[in-house]
């Protein structure tokens, strides 16, 4: 089996890698698994040290990386230089936050001594996805190996190169070359590396048929799963909201990575009353949108990371508009086969359409009418994702009301919906479970042991007044 690196702008094939059989991938597993062994009994001050180093690497190579970004799944490089600064930042993070978000956790007890001990549980696997081939991989690797766990990565196959280039930079930045490393393999060997003993838990971001996949063979062999999937999210605007201000920022938000984000914002629901100017200043926005080679600086947005995936949205919507929904602005794709989508609206979306239930995994803005607040929240809820969700209105209060009953793992008012390391990420409903970044991701994948220690509770002297 061969891994391609293709370039969806120019359609050629860039690179072509032989898969790792499964005696090489479980050789690399078996390094691993000794290496966990010693990893876990490092210092904090010592992975500290590497991670900032990772950090350093990250962004005296921010160019380098965004042009990988840019040639393996179409990513305008400007976009690609902000993602790697971002890596960088959350490795800063997790060094600056790992030794006080993992430390002993005092309880109070009938015991002398009695507290929460945070412990890593050993190989990891991660399986991640093409849109954000560096983002994805380090808010899982940095707390993983702060954590004193390590990590393997089954990468996207269309993005090889990135991973190796994001292994080679943990490896230079000083961590043991076993304790990080990306798997050259196909989806054919992640079911073989769940069942092995010596991988202790896995994570996943990516489709909800990947996700049910991954956790049914983890149910099965009893290891923990943090899964983050699709989104849907919602974006309502309330009447009195700053327009103007909403559908500039809700251009940006379906426009992000060319629209292939998961917390992109996708379903567009508008108080009545304003429905129709918000379409006409979206469009307006949206048409401003600048396309072009990935690796042109002026570019805003580019194709699509591969054909197929153009194709599939470009027939979520024919089916929708064929059953009643309304092209408010005509984009898509210039022929079948083609990588490069370009912006579209539609409007008149009905529970009887693909658009409704789906998620568009591209430049496609759905705009749903809400009669008013309540009838928003109801819309927003109307999906089986939950991953983020916006509110904007000029009445903060009634905002954070309304955020509080959107079902949803991230809420944000008045502001576009992003991922910090400071901030925990991630779902509910079929958008998965579990968390990435803040303090609660890195105590994910760690045993949150109870010691106990026994015999009498020291007395407490009373205070002499």
């Not at 936050?97 to 005092?106: C, G, I, M, R, S």
């Not at 076993?178 to 992640?190: E, H, P, W």
């Not at 590396?193 to 149910?219: H, M, N, W, Y």
């Not at 984009?331 to 239930?357: E, T």
Request: charged share 25%; net charge neutral; with cysteine.
């Amino acid at each position: 089996m061969a891994i391609e690196s293709f370039n969806p702008y120019t359609g050629k094939v860039l690179k072509r890698f032989t898969a790792f059989s499964w005696a090489k991938t479980e050789r690399i597993l078996a390094q691993a698994a000794q290496a966990a062994g010693t990893w876990r009994t490092t210092t904090f001050a010592h992975r500290a040290e590497c991670m900032r180093r990772a950090a350093t690497l990250l962004r005296e190579r921010q160019n380098e990386l965004a042009r990988l970004m840019a040639l393996e799944m179409g990513k305008p490089i400007t976009d690609g230089r902000a993602e790697a600064q971002k890596c960088a930042l959350t490795c800063d993070y997790y060094a600056e936050h790992a030794e006080a978000f993992l430390a002993d956790e005092v309880i109070e007890s009938e015991a002398q001594r009695s507290f929460i001990a945070y412990q890593p549980l050993g190989v990891v696997l991660a399986v991640m996805p093409w849109n954000f081939p560096f983002w994805q991989v380090v808010r899982f690797i940095a707390p993983a190996l702060m954590a004193g766990n390590v990590g393997l990565l089954k990468h996207a196959s269309n993005v090889p190169q990135c991973a190796l280039a994001l292994e080679k930079i943990f490896h230079d930045a000083g961590f043991p070359p076993t304790t990080f490393r990306a798997l050259l393999i196909g989806s054919d060997l992640v079911e073989k590396l769940i069942e092995d003993d010596r991988v202790q838990a896995v994570t996943l971001t990516g489709s909800e048929l990947a996700g049910s996949k991954v956790a049914a063979t983890a149910g099965a062999n009893i290891k923990k799963t943090v899964l983050e999937l699709g989104g849907s999210d919602p974006f309502i605007i309330l009447a009195d909201a700053d327009l103007e201000l909403a559908a500039k920022t809700a251009a940006q938000a379906r426009m992000i990575n060319s629209g292939q984000s998961c917390i992109a914002a996708k379903r567009f629901i508008v108080e009545k009353p304003v429905v129709k100017e918000f379409i006409t200043q979206l469009r307006a926005h949206l048409q401003a949108m600048r396309t072009g080679d990935p690796l042109d600086e002026a570019t805003q947005f580019g194709p699509l990371a591969r054909p197929d995936l153009a194709d599939e949205l470009a027939q979520q919507v024919n089916d929708s508009v064929a059953a009643g929904a309304k092209v408010e602005l005509a984009g898509g794709q210039d022929k079948p086969g083609s990588a490069l989508f370009r912006p579209m609206i539609i409007s008149k979306v009905k529970p009887n359409q693909r658009a409704y239930h789906e998620e568009l995994f591209g430049p496609v803005a759905i705009v749903l009418e809400a009669k008013d607040a309540d009838d928003a929240v109801r819309l927003a809820n109307d999906s089986r994702f939950g991953l983020g969700g916006s509110v904007w209105t000029r009445d903060v209060k009634r905002g954070e009301d309304l955020a509080r009953r959107v079902e949803s793992g991230a809420v944000f008012v008045n502001s576009m919906v992003k991922s910090s390391p400071e901030m925990p990420f991630g779902g509910v409903k079929k958008s998965g479970y579990g968390r990435e970044l803040s303090h609660l991701g890195i105590r994910e994948f760690v045993n949150q042991k109870t010691i106990w220690i026994g015999g009498e509770a020291p007395v407490q002297k009373k205070k002499v007044e």
